[in-house]
């Protein structure tokens, strides 16, 4: 989906619904804006429910001053503005107030931007801005001196968080990931010791084998592919739904029949994923005119070692993941289900994914199906996608179990001879 070709009223609505829905606002709370090439901004009004906004709703301020709409505009209007006078780079700002944002804004600290290498890359800085009264020149200008500094993202102290973009969609994805990352954040606390990304991290993670790939015209589509397509997209909007990933960053696969795969692409919007968006690799070739993502090359690896798996999932589920940001162990024997799924869960060197792939492939059995990567991701596969997709779930759902634990007492886990009794009961193999 390319926003240029949205009118900025439809994407405030569009932004709005979504950090609505995600429970990333309240009704009265946060607001959005976009300065058009007119020198037009367009702002969402105060007093309007968020969850049942309309293109009708959406404000217009004009560069001299006089408002076009049915409403007042939001009462944050002197801060937005403040941020495009500072930034004229800037065309989109975003206020909100997502529950783990505002928890930093009540402690006044920065998060921490280092657990996951895409958080940096797409947040480079965030700083806190000084409290004011809100709706007042005086948080405008607080606001505009962080911006003015050449920050596009500030904590608001005892309030929320203001993104600035060149667009929405980007504001949205750095909000959508910083607020991500400060959930991680207190989890992992909760759960263990934080051990932050190692000093080469970020050299190692711009892998760029997906760019380089030669191309195949595809000149028929199967049946097989076509409901692989089909079924992918079905669970990649839910994944984004349930949180499993973000906006830009979680990769699923299936493989075909030939021995070729369909992968999602790289930087695509996964909210608005759709079928012929889905990348087909085949030979070690893509697509003609696709970029598959950054990770193709490790599904592609994983598929040639193990003719069993049919299906990929590399996600980032914040519970699991506090596990993966700690020195905490993920241990599912906690119920049968989540040991019979998930078996023994192995946590692997952050190094290992991007220069030793073929090893982490050997990792993966059918007694150890899922895969902990230290500080980027969790590694899930299946015999088929649903096998892998209710694998995710799984995991996620464990992993919530136990943090819940913390506040009610010990956890017992399912002993080694009741452990014994599973495999036996379910065929399951070491």
């Known amino acids: 989906m390319n926003i240029e070709y949205i009118h900025p009223a439809d994407q405030l609505v569009m932004f709005m619904q979504r950090i609505y829905d995600k429970g990333l606002t309240t009704m009265s709370g946060g607001n959005l804006s976009i300065m058009d090439n007119d020198g037009n901004l367009w702002i969402t009004p105060a007093g309007v429910d968020k969850g049942t906004l309309t293109r009708r709703d959406i404000i217009c301020v004009h560069p001299d001053g006089t408002v076009e709409g049915p409403h007042r505009p939001s009462s944050e209007l002197p801060f937005h503005q403040s941020v495009y006078r ?8 975003l206020h909100a107030h997502p529950p783990a944002l505002v928890a930093l804004s009540i402690v006044r600290k920065a998060p921490d931007l280092d657990l996951l290498p895409t958080v940096r890359r797409i947040c480079p800085d965030v700083r806190v801005a000084t409290y004011a009264v809100p709706g007042s020149q005086e948080l405008g200008k607080n606001i505009g001196e962080v911006f003015a500094q050449g ?106 029949s030939d021995g070729s795969f369909v992968i999602t692409p790289f930087n695509y ?122 694998r995710l779930e799984v995991m996620e759902s464990t992993a919530h179990s136990i943090i819940n634990t913390r506040e009610l007492g010990d956890i017992v886990h399912i002993s080694e001879a009741e452990v014994d009794d599973l495999k036996e009961a379910f065929h399951l193999k070491d």
């Open 269 to 390: 919007d996964r909210a608005y994923l759709e079928e012929d968006d889905l990348v087909r690799v085949k030979a070690g070739m893509k697509e003609l005119g696709k970029t598959p993502s950054r990770a193709v090359q490790l599904h592609e690896i994983i598929y040639q070692k193990h003719p069993e798996i049919g299906a990929i999932l590399l996600a980032h589920p914040v519970h699991a993941m506090a596990f993966a940001v700690t020195d905490a162990e993920f241990d599912a024997r906690t119920i049968p289900e989540s040991y019979i799924l998930l078996r023994d869960v192995k946590k692997l060197p952050y190094e290992e994914i991007y220069q030793n792939p073929a090893k982490l492939a050997e990792e993966l059995k059918e007694s150890a199906p899922v895969v902990m990567v230290e500080n980027d991701c969790a590694i899930v596969t299946g015999s088929t996608l649903l096998q892998a997709f209710d």
């Open 86 to 93: 500072m930034r004229p780079d800037l065309k989109a700002v």
């Open 151 to 256: 920050c596009d993202i500030a904590i608001l102290e005892n309030h929320g968080v203001c993104v600035g973009a060149p667009d929405m969609f980007t504001a949205f994805s750095r909000f959508e990931t910083l607020n991500y990352s400060a959930t991680l954040e207190a989890l992992a606390n909760r759960v263990g010791k934080i051990h932050d990304l190692p000093e080469n991290a970020y050299r190692l993670s711009e892998t760029n084998y997906h760019t380089k790939m030669d191309d195949f015209i595809p000149h028929t589509h199967t049946s097989e592919e076509l409901s692989a397509r089909r079924d992918m997209i079905t669970l990649i909007h839910r994944s984004y739904k349930m949180g499993l990933f973000t906006a830009t960053h979680g990769t699923y696969s299936v493989r075909l």
